[in-house]
């Protein structure tokens, strides 16, 4: 299977990412398995993934909680080494093209009062739930990598 394949299935195509790349071949290791498990289960047992219910949560802590993802996934990297480049192809895209743009927003953001005033509050959960639709969609993909059952739509959400 070929990348471009791959990131077909997932509806992972708005990924800006290089037309020689897509043609490479997907072929994941035992190493970007172990990788993929590590960052799915840290991705679907956060707010990265889950609902957040209008009246629940704090806005800092589920930025803090996104923006954790940039030192989960660089342990990730470092810890199942450089033979995990399949996982580290998508890991690093998906980081740089979702979350960073995101999260560099709305740190400053929030350091400069946004979560003082309820429109910057709903403005930020409207802009989760479009990263977390983005990250599902990601969780999906990684197990798919890891060769496991996906989980991302086991619970049941409502508002």
Request: charged share 30%; glycine share 4%.
């Amino acid at each position: 299977m070929k990348w471009k394949e791959w990131l077909d299935k997932w509806s992972m195509t708005g990924l800006s990412i290089n037309a020689g790349f897509l043609n490479m071949d997907w072929a994941p290791q035992d190493r970007d398995r172990d990788a993929a498990w590590e960052l799915y289960i840290e991705l679907l047992t956060r707010i990265t993934t889950q609902h957040l219910q209008p009246d629940h949560g704090d806005e800092s802590a589920a930025l803090e909680s996104i923006h954790a993802l940039f030192g989960l996934t660089r342990e990730t990297l470092k810890n199942q080494g450089r033979h995990c480049t399949e996982f580290a192809k998508i890991a690093i895209v998906v980081l740089n093209q979702y979350v960073r743009p995101f999260t560099a927003k709305w740190h400053k953001a929030s350091l400069e009062g946004a979560f003082d005033a309820p429109e910057g509050c709903q403005e930020f959960r409207d802009e989760l739930a479009t990263l977390q639709e983005q990250l599902r969609q990601y969780t999906k993909m990684l197990a798919d990598m890891a060769n496991v059952e996906d989980l991302t739509t086991l619970e049941k959400t409502e508002d």
